[in-house]
């Protein structure tokens, strides 16, 4: 399947651990050695006291996409346990059961 980035960042992320909605593709990472992509960024975390700050932005590597769908992105994300966390990024761990 092949999609462009104007395609992909229309795309909703879903994390499909817990159900929540991530935001749209903001940006995507490549390897410029290797040409190989790398993984898609997302909007960090937005909470109601700081909607208008801007916040820090989430990497989700390319081993954690499950499925790129028609309108959707759905990835895997294990939850850190500190809540200021939220995620943990870039990780390819998961969480023991």
């Known amino acids: 399947m092949e999609t462009s980035f ?3 960042r229309c795309k909703e992320v879903v994390n499909i651990v817990d159900g929540r909605r991530l935001g749209h593709v903001v940006d995507v990472v490549f390897d410029l050695a290797s040409g190989c992509l790398l ?3 997302v909007p960090g975390e937005r909470s109601f006291w700081n909607v208008f700050k801007s916040c820090a932005e989430l990497f989700i590597s ?3 996409i499950v499925k790129v769908g ?3 992105v759905l990835v895997e994300l294990y939850s850190t346990n500190s809540p200021s ?3 943990a ?3 390819d ?3 023991k059961k």
Do not use: C, P
């Open 93 to 95: 761990k998961k969480k």
């Open 62 to 64: 390319l081993s954690q």
């Open 85 to 87: 966390i939220g995620y």
């Open 39 to 41: 993984g898609v960024v």
């Open 89 to 91: 990024m870039g990780s």
């Open 6 to 8: 104007l395609e992909l």
């Open 70 to 72: 028609e309108d959707a």
